[in-house]
């Protein structure tokens, strides 16, 4: 396993430094809560997408991706193209303008929404404002928790913490919570100086660092194996056909088909995070203006028309290098024989290429399914894959772009519990007289307090061996439910808000009993599904994945229309700038190439073609 040459060293700490000082440089203009937890609302458009973009790619997208290269091979560029630019562009086009305005008819700055709870306490009612407020809290704390386990990982696979374990004698758990409290602490230290303006300047600056930290690994790759045609030759057929790996997952045996898989992934899975998540809304709605904040959207889902061939090459490649095994190599020099050994670890000579098998934390051997497989740690395809490809001095620029997307979803996670706590939690129900200064008080306190959270959470994920799982329950359970409730409060003056909170409640309950219920075929019961009882095997936890957001969503949207019928609407003056047919229209422009309707058209297309090309 190579090691950080001093050239690495530098580059990290060059990138560390960076960091620091955007916090440093915003830290004598945090003087009240809408700079620390809005940014002021004064930034361009242009640099709020490229902070979007970073946002984005946390360890969820860039592990996760190349996770599901490794696994699914093309059929992810799908996935991700549904999945992503169609969502983002609806949520620029046509919800973006409503949460930046929220109840801008009233013409008072301080009455429009600085998060999406407080949005759903203008167009609803305080007790739906404070629900997802609560729940939106864990989850954000959870996801932090599960980038700070992720980064931890690479960073032990890295052993960059090698020397100071040796010299503390620290035993393994002991580097691993070392890997998880440091980056804590540096994300934590620019958050509390300079809140979501340093965190949206680190995360434009990440996005520059994982391209170009990722092409390389890709272009290696593909030189490494003989081009296009080695690469096919190298990897199973499979995997170079797109969406054949991914109905290979059990998703057409399972009865769901191309409509299922655009419902649920389009639709449910994508407008849950483009549209309804505040880690990623909070980047575009700190905007200078509800023009830019659209802007940001669009160009955010321009770039990713191209940033998915970064994600999921790495992990194509990673299947169809050799295999590691231990080996004894015999030389004779000088009249004597040496014998090089070469050792490798059980759970790596059980993979496949550069992904390894899952390894027990107790013994250090593969985990084993029902079948008698090993379970493939596919998160690591990424990580090895940089390991393998990148020399000495170019491994600091690779190892600073996988920290550079981890540590985006973890600054993300916190400034948006920070922002939902203060002002949804704290102000809006604990104490509806603080003043600004206390408010700043409470959301710097608010951030500690998501470290430690998300440092418990990092811990309870390395107890379940898993990376992504839990973090799609915690979808499930929140942003599903949620994207049907704000479909309809958008668009549908007639919904109320019992409608609301009662259909919230609902699709969290349905996500957690369907969850409970459903086992896939080979997995344990637990965090995979079954822990309540097993009545169903669906045919892969990407099925189950799909059915429990998708059931979440349907009963969420039918629960909130029926109790909305019974109860009793608000009147129409009362919902100016909440809803879409009551926004203020503004005269369309003579130029039409320039409407954000035409761009976002010319973007669709060209996905559209991206994709086309590789069928």
């Not at 973009?53 to 991706?65: D, T």
């Not at 996801?143 to 035993?171: C, D, K, W």
């Not at 190298?234 to 399972?254: I, N, Y």
């Not at 097993?534 to 349907?554: I, K, M, N, Q, R």
């Amino acid at each position: 396993m190579p090691s950080l040459a001093p050239a690495d060293w530098l580059i990290l700490l060059i990138y560390c430094f960076f960091m620091l000082t955007a916090g440093f440089s915003l830290k004598r203009v945090m003087t009240g809560s809408r700079q620390y937890l809005q940014a002021g609302r004064a930034l361009p458009g242009w640099l709020c997408g490229i902070a979007l973009v970073g946002v984005s790619l946390g360890s969820q997208e860039v592990l996760g991706m190349g996770a599901a290269g490794a696994r699914y091979g093309l059929g992810s560029l799908g996935f991700i193209v549904l999945g992503t630019i169609p969502a983002a562009l609806f949520a620029g086009l046509y919800l973006m303008p409503i949460y930046y305005g929220s109840n801008s008819g009233t013409g008072a700055p301080d009455h429009t929404a600085r998060s999406i709870p407080e949005y759903l306490g203008l167009r609803f009612d305080q007790k739906t404002r404070a629900l997802n407020a609560c729940l939106f809290s864990l989850g954000a704390a959870f996801s932090a928790g599960i980038s700070l386990y992720a980064m931890a990982r690479v960073l032990t696979a890295l052993h960059i913490f090698e020397q100071v374990s040796n010299r503390l004698s620290l035993p393994a758990s002991g580097v691993l919570l070392l890997a998880i409290v440091l980056p804590a602490a540096l994300v934590l230290t620019y958050i509390l100086l300079g809140g979501l303006g340093a965190a949206m300047y680190n995360q434009a600056l990440q996005f520059c660092v994982v391209v170009a930290g990722l092409l390389p690994i890709a272009l290696l790759g593909l030189k490494n194996l003989g081009g296009w045609s080695g690469l096919k030759a190298a990897v199973p057929h499979d995997l170079l056909h797109e969406w054949s790996g991914a109905t290979q997952a059990g998703a057409h045996s399972a009865g769901i088909g191309a409509v299922g898989l655009l419902f649920g992934v389009g639709l449910v899975l994508g407008g849950g995070t483009w549209c309804t998540d505040f880690r990623l809304l909070q980047t575009a709605m700190a905007a200078k203006n509800a023009d830019s904040a659209r802007r940001a959207q669009l160009i955010a889902a321009a770039v990713w028309v191209f940033v998915p061939f970064l994600l999921i090459l790495p992990g194509i490649v990673a299947v169809g290098l050799p295999t590691p095994h231990t080996s004894i190599v015999v030389h004779n020099e000088n009249g004597a024989i040496y014998h090089d050994i070469t050792v490798v670890p059980a759970a790596v000579e059980a993979g496949q290429g550069m992904v390894p098998a899952k390894a027990d934390p107790g013994t250090g051997n593969p985990i084993i399914d029902a079948n008698g497989h090993p379970v493939l740690d596919y998160a690591m395809a990424t990580p090895n894959t940089l390991l393998h490809f990148l020399p000495m001095g170019l491994l600091g620029l690779g190892v600073s772009a996988l920290l550079a997307c981890l540590m985006s979803g973890v600054a993300a996670s916190m400034t948006a519990f920070s922002s939902v706590f203060a002002c949804d939690i704290y102000q809006a129900f604990l104490a509806k007289d603080a003043d600004d200064k206390r408010i700043l008080t409470v959301a710097r306190w608010s951030a500690v307090g998501c470290v430690l959270l998300a440092i418990g959470a990092a811990c309870a994920t390395w107890r379940f061996n898993s990376l992504l799982d839990a973090m799609v329950l915690v979808f499930a359970v929140v942003n599903a439910p949620l994207f049907a409730t704000l479909l309809l409060g958008a668009f549908w003056r007639r919904a109320t808000g019992h409608g609301a909170f009662a259909g919230l409640i609902a699709g969290a309950a349905i996500a957690l009993l369907h969850h409970g219920l459903d086992l896939p075929k080979g997995a344990q019961p637990g965090i995979h599904g079954g822990w309540i009882a097993v009545v169903h095997h669906p045919a892969s936890e990407l099925v189950l994945d799909l059915g429990t957001a998708t059931l979440a969503f349907l009963v969420s949207l039918m629960v909130t229309v029926a109790v909305s019928f019974a109860t009793k609407a608000r009147p129409k003056t009362e919902l100016k700038g909440l809803v879409h047919s009551l926004m203020a229209r503004e005269p369309l422009g003579t130029q039409w190439w320039k409407r954000p309707e035409t761009l976002a058209v010319a973007i669709l297309l060209a996905a559209i073609a991206v994709n086309l090309i590789f069928v």
